[in-house]
């Protein structure tokens, strides 16, 4: 009686872990989310910063040599 229980008490424990483990998988992967999220529209500002730059030296006419 002491072998099956010993298996399904260490069957229980092997599936807590893997559910604790799962979730921190899963908040990891929010936060990366996010932090992608974060970056693009910094990369986008970056874009527009940019483009309204160029914009403004092909207006007036001046070239970079």
């Known amino acids: 009686m002491f ?3 010993l ?3 260490l069957g229980f424990l092997g599936l807590a872990v893997l559910g604790v ?3 921190k998988v899963f908040v ?3 936060r990366l989310g996010r ?3 974060e970056t693009t529209q910094r990369i986008n500002r970056a874009a ?3 483009e309204r730059a160029a ?3 092909a207006d007036t006419g ?3 040599r």
């Open 3 to 5: 072998w099956p229980m």
């Open 7 to 9: 298996a399904i008490a």
């Open 21 to 23: 483990l799962a979730l």
């Open 28 to 30: 990891e992967a929010q």
């Open 35 to 37: 932090q992608v999220a």
């Open 48 to 50: 527009e910063d940019l």
């Open 55 to 57: 914009t403004t030296l």
């Open 62 to 64: 001046e070239a970079l």
